[in-house]
């Protein structure tokens, strides 16, 4: 037998091109700088970019929203599911669930991705908050909130989740972290989008594999960790023992790349101002004072550079959001880089078919059942 190489986990295998996004260096989508689309741009210009590889005009955008909203609406067999979900079960489950029910509503059941891929993916980001915004409501016993022209794409999502109306500064925060978190190349989530893609799914049933990657500890702890670690530390005075304790310890520093080498993410200096500017607005400064102590310890002993869900965390509490949807919150973001890579894939037309290697036992002779034990 030849000697083949073998990736495990696929570590730096390089398993597909994609037009959508570079994160290495400068973070671009679709060539466009990401830092210049967070301050610039709104939420729904870059879903459309994203999706249309074209930034749209204003009457592109108009309609865009329109379609958006005019069909976000909830399936009536959606709405019962929401009103008879166990308490037990989480948001990102009822996520999952949810959308692969939306599918079976969806006027264009069963068409090819290249057909109508671009037009479930608008009705998915109109009625994914919708859902989630259902769940939570229906959690506290309120009726559900329908949205509102007034606002933002980020700010109907505040509304959803907090029920109270966002200012200009929380919408305009969000605004920037649904941007910064809409695509980040080819992650596990964005990799099972397009490995079902790829074999003829919908759309939908593509979104629900990705939705069914985020439901492990693995990705539900990465905002907890890091709320966790600023609730320890709790003062700027701690943050130099801890970091050093931690670093002794060999234990993880939630929020920051796991070694030098990794380098830390562009995207999170670009969100931690507008957590400065909502610590101004809601009395957190503490907790920003905390992180930035724990920023330079991190790097003055180890030269690591904080990820994006290190801000992330920290904006989502500042925005009243409760920490159980923090993750919901971020599939919202990155829902739309889910569809972008479900109609790449899609129009490519080419299946994902990886190889094992098999690694069990030579092969064992067959006993009769009469004959075993």
């Given at each position: 037998m030849s000697l083949e190489l073998y990736h495990p986990g696929l570590e730096g295998v390089i398993a597909g091109e994609t037009n959508i996004s570079c994160v290495e260096g400068d973070v671009l989508y679709r060539g466009y700088?990401?830092?210049?689309?967070?301050?610039?741009?709104?939420?729904?210009?870059?879903?459309?970019?994203?999706?249309?590889e074209e930034l749209p005009?204003?009457?592109?955008?108009?309609?865009?929203?329109?379609?958006?909203?005019?069909?976000?609406e909830l399936p009536d067999s959606v709405s019962r599911f929401v009103r008879d979900l166990p308490l037990h079960v989480s948001a990102v489950?009822?996520?999952?669930?949810?959308?692969?029910?939306?599918?079976?509503?969806?006027?264009?059941?069963?068409?090819?991705?290249?057909?109508?891929?671009?037009?479930?993916a608008t009705r998915l980001l109109g009625r994914v908050p919708m859902l989630l915004g259902a769940w939570r409501r229906q959690r506290d016993g309120l009726p559900v909130i329908e949205p509102s022209p007034m606002h933002s794409y980020a700010g109907n999502l505040l509304l959803q989740l907090t029920g109270a109306e966002p200012t200009s500064i929380a919408e305009r925060a969000l605004t920037a972290a649904l941007i910064l978190s809409a695509d980040n190349a080819l992650t596990p989530s964005s990799f099972a989008t397009?490995?079902?893609?790829?074999?003829?799914?919908?759309?939908?049933?593509?979104?629900?594999?990705?939705?069914g990657t985020c439901g492990g500890p693995q990705f539900s702890q990465r905002y907890v960790a890091?709320?966790?670690?600023?609730?320890?530390?709790g003062?700027?005075?701690?943050?130099?023992?801890?970091?050093?304790?931690?670093?002794?310890?060999?234990?993880?520093?939630?929020?920051?790349?796991?070694?030098?080498?990794?380098?830390g993410d562009p995207r999170s200096a670009l969100l931690s101002r507008w957590c400065?500017?909502?610590?101004?607005?809601?009395?957190?400064?503490?907790?920003?004072?905390?992180?930035?102590?724990?920023?330079?310890?991190?790097?003055?002993?180890?030269?690591?550079?904080?990820?994006?869900?290190w801000p992330t965390a920290r904006l989502?509490?500042?925005?009243?959001?409760?920490?159980?949807?923090?993750?919901?919150?971020?599939?919202?973001?990155?829902?739309?880089?889910?569809?972008?890579?479900?109609i790449e894939q899609a129009e490519e037309g080419e299946g994902i078919r990886p190889r094992s290697r098999y690694r069990g036992a030579e092969r064992i002779e067959f006993e009769p059942l009469e004959l075993r034990g």
């Open positions: 700088s990401v830092a210049e689309l967070a301050s610039g741009a709104s939420f729904l210009e870059v879903a459309h970019l994203l999706l249309t005009f204003q009457e592109q955008l108009a309609d865009f929203r329109s379609l958006l909203w005019d069909d976000a489950d009822m996520l999952r669930t949810g959308v692969s029910l939306l599918g079976n509503d969806d006027t264009q059941q069963g068409e090819s991705i290249p057909e109508a891929g671009l037009a479930q397009r490995i079902a893609a790829s074999m003829g799914a919908d759309l939908i049933s593509a979104v629900t594999a990705a939705l890091i709320q966790q670690a600023l609730s320890t530390v003062s700027p005075e701690a943050a130099e023992r801890w970091v050093r304790y931690r670093l002794g310890e060999s234990l993880p520093l939630p929020g920051f790349g796991p070694s030098r080498e990794t380098g400065s500017e909502l610590a101004e607005e809601t009395d957190c400064r503490s907790v920003e004072e905390t992180a930035d102590a724990i920023e330079w310890a991190v790097w003055d002993m180890s030269g690591r550079s904080p990820m994006l869900t989502f509490d500042a925005l009243g959001v409760d920490r159980e949807l923090h993750v919901p919150l971020f599939l919202c973001s990155r829902l739309v880089g889910w569809c972008a890579h479900a």
